[in-house]
């Protein structure tokens, strides 16, 4: 397992702590507009702070390929970030090396720094053993809070786990608690939704969950591949008709492991693809030629609301249907509210994740019913694809080292 806060002393007055947070926010005018990503920070920076540590923030921000690049500086997030804690936060102009270490050995304790964008050294994407050295100087302690960097094995991400005492901090803690309770060790039977466009983009998460769960729900654009492949004339609509063969080895290898994959029986159909296009609800094999199919009937809504209802664990990534057009939002807003509401009841665990999935929720209105929403987009698919993330494998390590 890992190490988290709690196993750090309660006074941590002198001690340098090196915290990789995700502060990789959007910006418009100058100005952050989402601190999601912020207050997630905010129970891990504070608590540090509170037990007297000198708190050093390390993240990266954009895309500055190895050089310093003044539009990329973390200073400009310092501001919002003083705004969501509540309390002054500094800046130091550097993330290792020396000269950083001497300004760092002379911070109050209790205070908040945020250090410069660790993707302005080339070593930070290449696990630069030197660079590692040279961030090590800078603190004493390393906590890694960043779940949605957790794929990368970067120096910042990966490589100081091994050089420093290493720990979760307490958003990558529930983060890790509630993925191992959706597929570590979950309570069953498990169904996970599964949606999106494309399955191309889904194959390795496809084959991995139909190994681990009980009920595989597979929704959005990726169901008219899925139908076509069993024979359904799907009309118009979005369908990778090449990926028949790959749809049926993933059928049966559902079928050999005892998982039942849920295809929508009935679904809305429109002619044009956008917001409040004329529609209608028609049976999978009566879908017309000129139509495409936007989101799943009625009667296969209701039809998955009963298997969650049977179900004690969800998981959930992609969207039902188009739902950034209404009316084809319906089939997610009503299974999404259906899951919610065994959730806050208490019969189901519901852990959803990825950018889209987010945005569903949050549209349905039932994002803070569910157990646990993961805001990492790559991360949370990659687990979901049953990798490995060095993130978290090093945390693993570091506490064992």
């Known amino acids: 397992m890992f190490r988290t806060l709690d196993d750090l002393p309660a006074d941590l007055g002198g001690q340098r702590v ?44 954009g895309r500055p390929k190895g050089h310093p690049n003044p539009d990329m500086s973390l200073r400009q997030i310092v501001p919002a ?67 949605s960097a957790a794929h990368r094995a970067h120096a910042s991400t990966e490589g100081l786990a091994h050089v420093l005492p290493a720990y979760a901090g307490r958003a990558m803690e529930a983060e890790l608690k509630a993925l191992e309770a959706a597929l570590g060790k979950p309570e069953r039977p498990v169904a996970a939704v599964v949606g999106g466009a494309k399955v191309s983009t889904k194959l390795d998460v496809l084959v991995n969950l139909v190994g681990k769960v009980d009920h595989l729900v597979i929704g959005g654009g990726m169901a008219n591949t899925f ?38 029986y009935d679904v809305v159909v429109a002619r ?40 004690a664990t969800l998981v959930w990534n992609g969207p039902l249907g188009a739902f950034e057009l209404p009316p084809f939002d319906t089939a997610t807003v009503a299974l999404a509210r259906t899951a919610a509401a065994l959730t806050e009841g208490g019969s189901l665990v519901s852990v959803a994740g990825g950018g889209d999935t987010v945005s569903a929720l949050n549209h349905a209105g039932v994002a803070g019913s569910f157990t646990f929403v993961s805001t990492a987009g790559g991360a949370f698919l990659e687990w979901m694809e049953g990798k490995p993330l060095p993130g978290v494998e090093a945390l693993t390590a570091g506490a064992q080292e």
């Open 18 to 61: 090196l915290v990789r947070c995700d502060l990789n926010v959007p910006m418009q005018d100058g100005v952050v507009s989402d601190t999601t990503r912020l207050q997630s920070a905010v129970p891990t920076l504070s608590t540090l702070a509170d037990r007297g540590a000198k708190v050093l923030v390390l993240s990266h921000f």
């Open 81 to 147: 970030l003083s705004d969501v804690l509540g309390r002054d936060v500094g800046f130091i102009d550097g993330c290792a090396g020396q000269h950083v270490a001497v300004e760092t050995h002379g911070l109050a304790d209790g205070s908040i720094t945020v250090l410069e964008n660790t993707r302005f050294h080339p070593g930070e994407e290449q696990n630069d053993p030197a660079l590692i050295a040279q961030m090590a100087m800078v603190g004493d302690i390393y906590v890694n809070d960043a779940f």
């Open 227 to 264: 139908l076509a492949a069993r024979g359904v004339d799907v009309g118009k609509s979005l369908c990778e008709h090449d990926l028949g063969d790959t749809v049926r080895d993933i059928l049966a290898r559902a079928e050999a492991a005892g998982c039942t994959v849920h295809l929508p």
């Open 272 to 311: 044009e693809f956008r917001a409040h296009a004329p529609s209608e609800v028609v049976n999978i094999h009566e879908v017309p030629e000129d139509a495409m199919i936007l989101d799943l009937g009625p009667d296969a809504v209701e039809a998955l609301g009963d298997v969650l209802k049977t179900c």
